[in-house]
Each structure stands twice: as structure tokens, then as C-alpha cells.
């Protein structure tokens, strides 16, 4: 790692450029055009954001309290949980703990930092991981190995029995730093009793792991407060799924990133809940309107986009899209299976319900909404299996009338990378034209942006998707 | 003696099974040290375990899989392709790590493709990745519907009494191989690493019955046996699946003797014993599932840390290869927490990453073992 790159926090260095960013929409418009030649390697990226209104500057101010929050934790005296994005955080912010998620910490260092995060990716495996490893976790997780961010508590992860790679990560840094570490382990099957027993058992075993690590034990009132908090936002999200359906599709397609940064960040929170609010009033206009959530108002082409986004410099795949007139109806990281969501369809046994007579109502919900995270719910079975990646993919596509179907994910990937081609080749078979892009979603250096585009613009020429269509 | 267990080891169809197909007896395949195989045994069946024995394309592997996955269910999905696995009646996969758990689909859908290479027996079976109380509930359930499963299809009854005798039968050859395992790791090194390799790998292809008299002979030959480590660095083999004897004699070639290893093909599979006393399917899933050995199962880092050092130790070695297939995160990235502790006890260690199957990365592996070689020496 250079030595100018030790010089500051990673988590530091984006919580002043965020708050910074954050603080400067509270100021005139002059003000704010000021900042923006003092932030050169974020401008695009905070203008691809900004540029949505309202829920832009509160996804902003969400980010810097969530990053303020990392950075103050040691000093306020709270605990802070290494953790990943596929695992719900109410249950941390019912204990008062700190997540400090990896994933959407490298998804800000790949759109502010200059260099994005090929530094603390590459540290990794100077710290002893392989150069294959998922690049999402590195990303972030390379800073807090080499001592540049506050150093984590203790660790939890759910990804086990969901993605070998994402477990490896946190496993990694558990003996790396030498902290304690807790694994929610999932079986293949989503639903039936045993996986559901085996759901609530794992979870009763992390509430008593955090009752050890904070010493103190669940406070009630807050946890009722945080579910509150979730079943509002549960409600929020099925809306905000259901107005996706209608053609054009009035969801600015960046929204989709909002709402699932925000949730795996703030999820359970008020910040989150008003976010999700301001979003819906765009939408809601939009729908009223006939409009599309593109740039132009137009909309060319319907994208699912299966697995996860593209992140790195600038935020250029969601104003591509923009641009294009292309709608981002979701990917995996947008659905979260929450009671009411319009793709759950006649599966009610898929999907997680709030509910709070009692506390073991409330841990129960939680460990299903946990068990119902993005990747945790669909890749944890054969992808051909029901409510598994392909069952939810055909889902999707059918509900949301989408003219394809684009794969990214990154190297690290085993678990999709061991299934995507029969994957894609039964959703062609079904009549739904898919696209692989070998790309690392995190990390440039291995496909470029450019060479990106030019397949996703290749495979909607010779598909002929949205072909001399507006709407 | 070794030799006919080298044959054994060195093709995928040896004499053994070829007699056993032969006398109408089925073969369940499965490719991971978490299955216990004395379900299958109990059942009057081989178990066999599945490896990529001389594959020599991957056209039909990479068909399906996609290009960033370990090369080892590739060359079994190859060789399963091109009907080599013919002679297999079930298949049990498990979720022993990502790239193996989706040879599930990836079999299936090359059926689709070449029609009859998908065994008429095939599950998924699931292995948590934790030892809780509740996890052991789990896999002792998930054990008893995979022996409901087999009775069924076969049409057969696995008794607790057949249960308990395969148990007996594994732990007396895993005896066997543990006193091998002192033969090889004392001072006098009676076996050479690559024969050691050979002798397990036979046992995965072969009668149990079978094995264990040519083990029971074996070990009284190796007791009088000549010492082989003289003038030779030991060494200690760790990290993801590896069944090629030829890397075994490209590090022995180069002046070492490979004296202990935590191989899931070598000593991993024999480092413990099934309790005989307790109710069999229980003690199937304790002794299989508290097996944290790999690094499948997360968060136990440090028994496998210490595992390493008391068998360094024992053993004597001069320095650990930690080797990995490439694409196995789980392995290669522990092998890099491997390497920083036991460098930091004094322990010399070199990384190796490689592909699974025959060498064809000889000249490379022989100038890094030269290398290592010369760092120790």
C-alpha cells in the first residue's frame, strides 16, 4: 500500500467527503456549486445523486450519519459489528451496535476515492487472501486489516451456506484481527419447519452473542421501537415494488440503489423510513404523470438486472441507463421478501412478516427477515429449485415485464459463477433474452466501464430490445 | 502391496470395483469427506469417492460451469461427460464449498445434454457449516433422510445393526491408516509421501473389507520397513483437495519427503474415529460434522491452526506447503493466515497456487520447490 494512502482513514476520509457533501445542501445553491470544484473524483458521482432531488441530498445525509456513526462509535462507547450487507441490521440497532457494513463501504470508496479502492482490494492479499476473492469485501476490508478504520468489536455474518466467499471474508478477518466471530449458517431449503427451527435457533444463539458483546441484554422498548420502524418500512417497499410494475416504469433506476444502501445500512432506522418516504413522492409524481424514471422521461427498454449493479468510478452505470432510457426494474439486492411485496405472490411461505406481541414474536421476525435477505433467500438452494434464483428470476421478469435479463457479479463469486450459464440458459428458454458480463462489479481493472457498455449496448442491438420503442 | 494400491489410486476404475460391478453390486459416488460412507457401505453398496483422474480437456466442464470455479468438479463433470462415471448407480453431492455444491445443477444439466450420465440415485445433501447443538440436530436429521432415500430407491433397509458394523469396519482401517500416518511422521519415515497418498486414495475406490486386510498387511511390512528421510528436508502438505501422486513426487523429486499433511484426500479423512457405543446415526453426525478441518466450516480458524502445529511437531518438520487449487478461496486465503503464524513460530512455509488435475504446471512447481528447497536446506 503507498504510503500517502496510510496517511488517513478510509472511514474517516468518507465520512468528512460525505459529510462535507451532506452539510452543503443544507446552504444556497452557489455554495453548494463552490463545493463541487473542491471535490473533483466525487462530483460526477454526488451529481448522479443529487441530481434525483430530495432523496438524493437524504440519501447523502443518511450515508454521512451512517458514516458518522463508524467514526464515533469507540468514543460514544458503543460497540461496532463487522458485518455484511445480505444481513438485516435492526437487530444491531436494537442493541445500540454500530454495523459497520463492508460491502456498501467499498461501494463508496469505488464512486469517491480517486483511485476507487485498488489499494485496500490489493492489501487484502498482501494480508494473505487469494487475488480471487470477492472484491466486495476487500474493497473496504482492506483499510480495516492495515489499522485504517475504527477496528471492528466482533464480527457477524449470514452468509454462510449462502456465498463461501463472503463467509471466507469475515471468517478471514476474524483470525486476522483476532476478534470474536458469530455465523448465522443457512440450510438450502427457505422454508418447511426445519429450516424455519433451524432459522430461529441460529438467531436466538446471535441475540445471546450480542447480549455478551454489549453486556447488556435486549432492551424491549427499543426493539419494539425498531420493528415499528421496520413494518413501516415494509409497507414503503411493497410500494415501491408495486409502482415498478406499471410501464413506463416511473422508478428512477439509481432509486434502486437507494433503497438497498439504505436498507443494509439503516435499515430499522427513521432516516431510512423518510428516505424511502421522499422516494416514493418522486415516484408517485412520476406514475401521475405517465412519466419514466429515466432522464428524458422516456423509456426504451425494461432491464432485471439478476444478481447485483455496477459500481465503480462515477456512478456510470446508473446514468447509462438514465441516459439509454433504460429502466432498472431491481435486482437481488432489492428484493427483500417482506410480507405484501407484490412478487410474493402465492408463495406465502417466502416472505417475512412483523410482528410484535411479544418478544419472541419480535425475534422471530427478525430472523426471518434476516433469512430473507438479498442472496441469503435465492442462492441458497439449487437455482432450479422452487423459491430459489431462477423460480425468483421468472418472477420478477413475468411481474415486472422486463425485455431482459444482465448478470454482473464479481470474481470472487463461486456460488453464482458455479450455476449462471445453465441459469441464463434456462431464461432463454423461457423466452427471456439474459446477458453475462464478465465484469467485476467493484473492480475495474478487471473489465473496463467501456468494455462494459459495449456489450450491453452489443446485446441490445443484436436482441433487438427496444428496438424504435418509446413510451 | 503398495503396488496394487498405487494401481487402485492412480485410475478410476480399478480391478476392485471392476469385480465388484462385475459380481452386480451398486457404486454410490460422492465427492466430499463430509458424507459418511458407512451409510453406503451399510447398505451393501461401494462408496466411492469421486475425482477427476486423468482429464485431459475440460470442454464439457467449462460448458457449464462458468470460468472462474475450481478446476476439481470441473474434471469431475468432464469425466462424468464423457461416461467415465458409468459405472456410478447414485451420486451424492454435498455442499462441501460453492464450486462443489453446484456440480448438483450443472450434472443435472449436462444431462439434459448427453443423455444417461446422470446416475439414476442422485441428492443433495446439506452439511451446516457449525457446530451448535441444533446444527448437530440438523445433520443427524438430514443423515436419516438420506438413509430413508437410498432404502428407498434401492429398495433396501439400512438396520442399525449394519450401521454399527460399518462403523467398526471404518474405524478399524482408519486405526490402520493413523498408524501408517506414525510409520510416516516418525524419524525414520518408513513411507514415502506419495505412497501414503496412494494407500488413502485406494481406500476411497475400493471394498472396505478388502482394504483393510491389505492394510492390516501393510502396517506389519512397514514396521520392518528401511527409513527413507535421511539427507531429505520433511515436509508437511496442507491445503485444498489434492489426489495427484505425480505433485507428490515432484516435491519428493526435488530432495523432501512429504511426512504428514491435512489433505481432505489424505490424513483428514482418517484424523478420527466414530463413537461405537452411542446410537450409530448420532454418532455418525458428531463424528462427521465436528470435523473442522476444512476451512468450510467458518470461524475455526484456531483448532486448525493448532491442529497444524501439534502435527508440525510430531512430525518434525522443516517447512509446510500450503497449497491451494485455483478459485479455492477457502484454502488459499487461510493459507495466508497459515502462513503468518507459523512463519511468526518459526515454521518456514511457501504458497502455491495451482490447478487441479495432471501437471501441467511442472516446470513451475519444480523451480518454486527448488526454491523452498534451497531456503530450508
Known sequence: MKRETREYNYDWMMWTIVENAAAAFDGSRKEYETLLRFIPNFRDSLDAIVRQGEPGVLLIKLMAKYLRNCINAPRQGKKTALTTFCFAPPVLYAFDVVPVVLEPMTVMGTFILQRGTAEYLDYCCEAGFTETSCSSQRGALGAYLAGLAVRPDFIICDSPGICDTNANSYSFASAYLGIPFYQLNYPSTLTGSRATDYHRQDFRGLVAFLEEQTGTALDIERFRQVIAEMRKQSVLISEFNELQRIVPSPVPGIFNLFLYSGNFLMGGTEDFTSLLESMLKTVRQNAAQGRAGTLSGRERARGFFSYIDHYTTDLRFWSFLERHDISHLGCILSTFWQENAPYSGDRPDSVYRVKDADLDDMIDSLALQVSRMPMVKSIRGPYDAPDMWLDDTLTMTRLLRTDFVAYFGTIGCRNTWGMVKPYARDLEREGMPTLILYADAFDDRVQSWEAVIDRIQEFLALRRIGAGRTA | ?377
Open chain 2, 1 to 377: 502391496m503398495i503396488g496394487k494400491l498405487k494401481e487402485a489410486a492412480s485410475t478410476l476404475s480399478n480391478p476392485y470395483l471392476k469385480k465388484w460391478k462385475e459380481a452386480g453390486k451398486a457404486v454410490i459416488g460422492y465427492p466430499c469427506t463430509f458424507v459418511p460412507e458407512e451409510i453406503i457401505h451399510a447398505a451393501g453398496m461401494l462408496p466411492y469417492r469421486l475425482r477427476g483422474v486423468g482429464t485431459t480437456s475440460l470442454s464439457i466442464g467449462d460448458t457449464y460451469f462458468g470460468p472462474v470455479i475450481c478446476s476439481f468438479p470441473k474434471c469431475v463433470l468432464q469425466l462424468a461427460g464423457q461416461e467415465s462415471y458409468r459405472f456410478l448407480d447414485g451420486v451424492i453431492i454435498t455442499n462441501g464449498c460453492d464450486s462443489m455444491r453446484r456440480l448438483d445443477e450443472c450434472w443435472r444439466k449436462a444431462e439434459e445434454d448427453i443423455a444417461g450420465i446422470l446416475p439414476g440415485y442422485f441428492r443433495y445433501f446439506g452439511v451446516p457449516h457449525k457446530t451448535a447443538s441444533y446444527s448437530f440436530d440438523w445433520f443427524e436429521q438430514e443423515i436419516r433422510e438420506l438413509i430413508r432415500s437410498i432404502e428407498e430407491h434401492f429398495g433396501l433397509q439400512i438396520t442399525d445393526s449394519a450401521l454399527r458394523k460399518s462403523i467398526r469396519l471404518y474405524n478399524s482401517s482408519r486405526r490402520l491408516l493413523q498408524r501408517i500416518d506414525e510409520l510416516r511422521s516418525g524419524p525414520e519415515v518408513r513411507i514415502s509421501g506419495q505412497d501414503a497418498l496412494a494407500v488413502v486414495l485406494a481406500g476411497s475406490s475400493m471394498p472396505r473389507e478388502r482394504y483393510t486386510s491389505i492394510l492390516e498387511g501393510l502396517v506389519k511390512s512397514l514396521e520392518s520397513a528401511p527409513g527413507r528421510a535421511e539427507g531429505k528436508n520433511r515436509l508437511m502438505l496442507v491445503g485444498s483437495a489434492s489426489d495427484d501422486l505425480d505433485f507428490i513426487r515432484l516435491i519428493e523429486d526435488s530432495g523432501a519427503i512429504v511426512v504428514a499433511d491435512t489433505l481432505c484426500f489424505g490424513a483428514r479423512s482418517y484424523s478420527d474415529l466414530t463413537d461405537e457405543k452411542d446410537d450409530p446415526v448420532s454418532a455418525l453426525s458428531r463424528r462427521y460434522l465436528s470435523n473442522s478441518l476444512c476451512p468450510r466450516m467458518f470461524g475455526y480458524y484456531r483448532n486448525r491452526l493448532s491442529h497444524i502445529l501439534d502435527k508440525a511437531k510430531k512430525a518434525r518438520v522443516d517447512g509446510v506447503i500450503l497449497q491451494n487449487i485455483r478459485f479455492c478461496d477457502l484454502h488459499g486465503s487461510e493459507n495466508g493466515i497459515f502462513e503468518r503464524d507459523l512463519e511468526r513460530r518459526g515454521i518456514p512455509c511457501m504458497r502455491m497456487e495451482r490447478e487441479y488435475g495432471p501437471l501441467v504446471e511442472t516446470g513451475r512447481i519444480r523451480m518454486r520447490l527448488d526454491a523452498f528447497m534451497e531456503r530450508i536446506s
